[in-house]
């Protein structure tokens, strides 16, 4: 073999090796044991874990990171001092962070760290703990690592803690050491600032000793039902203890969640061929409220189903709706929701959390990098159940999101929606992205691709994506297969930049018996386009133009007629039809307002 030869080998060799690494999916994997033990009286708790870290990556591991969220709720954190100098602070945190008194700090020490028995040195910097391995975790092997940590719940600011404005006990989201995910972009040891979360997949075996009056709900089966009761079985009363202990067992989750209060009512119902449902919410609720948490439950398992059936089979045994932390956030098999809410509110945000299992906790996306494929997500399919469970009886469930999202892009304040979810320049703009723009994102595809691609892609992606990490192309690359079609375009003008949808009826010129129709593009957004044209004698005749970058086009439906593709970088597009202008009474592109065009007003001409 000469040099030459030799060294085209050598490249096509390592090329070959590179699309194989680029393709080959991997994720780590941990396991946790723990026993804790809690202080209702000063709300601190202490522990030991044992974390089995199972390296599944190509690459030897020197350090490992743990999330400390708690500390973010002390004076001078990342949170608090984010939440004071942000032109629109989050409400709910305001200054709250600063004003904390010292014995409310929220806060996570880790008292000894070892890897395989050996001691190991680990500093901390806010909320994340950086560990210097003793020796490397190698490329398909596991280390176990043994903790002894302490903690103290702050108040409930943000999303977990103690003694909520409805005066729950404790909502302990994020309260344990929590193992950073590394994945193929490397390590994800953001800072708690604001938002959100990523986790390791595993399995959860958790011991929780509390007082015994306090009921518990959260993630995961309960494995001593008749020694704890608290509906949940017949408790044995024969022990001399003012003291229970709880055992849990949660197979492949990423993260656990428990809410406990003295003073909770605790209901099951049983979702047909699927989970039992579990709700906790205070027995000393107003009456209306408390006829609410009753009338959530048969709407709860409609919702599960729904989901179920139009995404993928809820895959757990169990379910718990509580009531707790600071308005609604979505946990593994399970939700804490704010309880004191009208009826409509309390549907709603069940039915948003509730999606959150399917589109952030069974596809867990890394909500820090994409917030919008877990928020956009849930936003758009639960207002389409809330239409339907609340009887709103409106053809256009979405609009409210295209009207924020419209607002925002014409504001000059909107961020891409690649933007990390803590780097927003205002809160305003990263809900608008995240929940509106990240819904009209399937209302989008949805248009593009048509009704029946768009339902087949959603269940295509769980069904390839389910208990994984999947990313913006892996989704859009479900939609490629399940329709045919090239949508790179689509997910990178949409997401990645602020470009616009706006096309416009520029002329409609009058050829004897023929019409000319001249469209424009102004808005950098490329889309296909509907055109319908309205005779005067009230016939309509409809047509469909793909994008050439497409590469195909959705199913035409009834008379619709289809023409040529549209190039991008043309800024008209022309077409002729055999009708004379006299008897056109109007042109309209998207008729239907189902592309998110920020100019309306440009979409329709009306001949005299």
């Known amino acids: 073999m000469n040099t030459k030869t030799y060294l085209l080998f050598l490249l096509t060799s390592f090329l070959g090796l590179s699309a194989q690494n680029n393709f080959e999916y991997w994720q780590q994997h941990v396991d946790y044991t723990m026993d804790v033990t809690m202080d209702v009286s000063s709300s601190a708790y202490n522990g030991t874990q044992q974390l089995v870290y199972s390296n599944n990556s190509p690459e030897d591991l020197n350090v490992v990171f743990y999330h400390l969220y708690y500390n973010a709720f002390q004076p001078g954190s990342e949170m608090d001092v984010r939440s004071i100098t942000i032109s629109d602070p989050d409400s709910r945190v305001d200054d709250r962070i600063s004003r904390l008194k010292k014995e409310d700090y929220g806060f996570m020490n880790v008292l000894s760290l070892n890897q395989n028995n050996v001691p190991v040195d680990f500093s901390v910097a806010g909320t994340i703990l950086e560990v210097q391995l003793n020796a490397p975790i190698k490329s398909g092997e596991s280390a176990v690592f043994d903790m002894i940590f302490e903690g103290q719940v702050p108040p409930v600011i943000r999303r977990a803690g103690k003694n909520s404005e409805e005066n729950v006990a404790l909502s302990m989201a994020q309260w344990y050491p929590k193992m950073a995910e590394y994945d193929f972009e490397g390590w994800h040891a953001d800072p708690y600032i604001s938002r959100e979360f990523h986790g390791v997949w595993g399995d959860f075996d958790i011991k929780l000793t509390i007082d015994k009056n306090y009921t518990v709900g959260g993630t995961g089966y309960l494995q001593n039902p008749d020694e704890v009761g608290h509906g949940y079985g017949q408790q044995i009363s024969n022990k001399q203890t003012n003291v229970l202990t709880w055992h849990f067992i949660a197979p492949n989750v990423h993260d656990f969640t428990w809410a406990a209060d003295p003073d909770f009512t605790h209901d099951t119902l049983q979702v047909p061929s ?45 379910y718990s709706i509580i009531q707790g932390g600071d308005g609604g956030m979505e946990y593994g098999m399970c939700t804490l929701i704010t309880g004191e809410r009208p009826f409509k509110s309390l549907v709603g945000v069940t039915a948003h959390e509730i999606g959150h299992t399917w589109f952030q906790f069974l596809l867990a996306s890394n909500e820090s990098r994409h917030p919008w494929l877990d928020e956009g997500f849930a936003e758009y399919t639960c207002t389409f159940i809330e239409n339907d469970l609340l ?57 593009i691709i048509g009704e029946k691609d768009f339902e087949a892609t959603l269940k295509r992606y769980f069904k ?11 989704f859009i690359r479900c939609a490629e297969k399940t329709s045919g079609m090239e949508l790179e375009w689509f997910l990178t003008d949409w997401t990645q930049t602020v470009n616009t949808i706006d096309y416009a009826v520029k002329k409609v010129s009058l050829l004897g018996s023929e019409t000319e129709i001249t469209l424009e593009r102004i808005g950098l957004m490329p889309m296909p386009v509907e055109v319908e044209v309205v005779l005067r004698d009230g016939k309509k005749l409809n047509y469909y133009i793909p994008l050439q970058m497409m590469r195909g086009e959705k199913p035409t439906e009834g008379s619709v007629r289809l023409l040529g593709d549209w190039a991008w970088a043309y800024p008209v597009y022309r077409f002729k039809i055999g009708v004379a202008g006299s008897e056109i009474k109007t042109v309209t592109i998207d008729n239907k307002n189902e592309t998110a065009d920020v100019n309306k007003e440009n979409n329709q001409k009306t001949l005299l």
């Open 274 to 318: 699927g989970p039992l449902l579990h709700f906790l919410y205070k027995t000393s609720l107003n009456e209306k409220y408390k006829k609410n948490w009753k009338a959530l439950q048969p709407m709860a398992s409609e919702i599960i189903q729904h989901y179920s059936n139009t995404v993928g089979k809820y895959p757990y045994k169990q």
């Open 391 to 447: 009887g709103k009886e409106t053809n256009d469930p979405l609009r409210n999101s295209y009207n924020r999202y419209i607002s925002l892009a014409l504001s000059g304040k909107e961020q891409p929606m690649s933007t990390h979810a803590d780097r927003y320049m205002y809160n305003r703009s990263y809900s608008t992205s995240a929940y509106r723009k990240g819904a009209l994102l399937l209302a989008q595809l949805k248009y």
């Open 464 to 474: 390839d994506w389910a208990f994984k990490h999947p990313t913006p192309n892996d």
